[in-house]
């Protein structure tokens, strides 16, 4: 009778250990690599998943919007600096009922455009800053997937020895950390 105990308690125990799962975190960040979030599904880290998409969705609609109004002024630029009057789209991008003199409003859309153009380049480095979060999210998160995070963690000091150290008398104090 104890050796079919002693099977069922083994064999319940390792069904246990079966079920308990643990990321591998260099398939967390070749994972996050091939396509950012999939490193947090591989994780089983689904309510990150709304902060990636946004991210990514924040970042797209950033370098969209950048990118259209500075190829605009691009153009706008363009069609006034070549002398040619059938080109005007540049009037397009101005207030109505403007009357910007034609000096001024060479440098306003050379300074619109590089303006355009600094924002896109700082959406693509944001985009760049997104997708690398992503793969150190996942890397960390699968390396500290089973870390104790119990509410005690708790300092305990040992209590002071009284050694001899070449008949002087010392007191010791060590502290012991317990995770």
Known sequence: MLAAE????????????????????????WYSVLCPGLGQLYNRRYWKLPFV??????????????????????????DIMDNDPTTKSYLKLLPPNSNYPESSLVTVLKNRQQSFRRSRDLSYIGALGVYVICILDAFVD??????????????????????NYGGAKAVELSLAFRF
């Open 6 to 29: 002693k099977d069922t308690i083994q064999s319940a125990l390792s069904a246990d250990t079966a079920t308990i799962y643990k990321p591998d975190p260099k398939k967390a960040i």
């Open 53 to 78: 998409g946004a991210g990514i969705i924040g970042v797209a609609y950033a370098i969209n919007w950048n990118t259209k109004y500075y190829n605009a002024y691009t153009n706008g630029y363009r």
């Open 142 to 163: 699968a390396q500290l997937y089973d870390f104790d995070i119990s509410p005690d963690l708790s300092v305990t000091p040992s209590a002071p020895h009284l050694n």
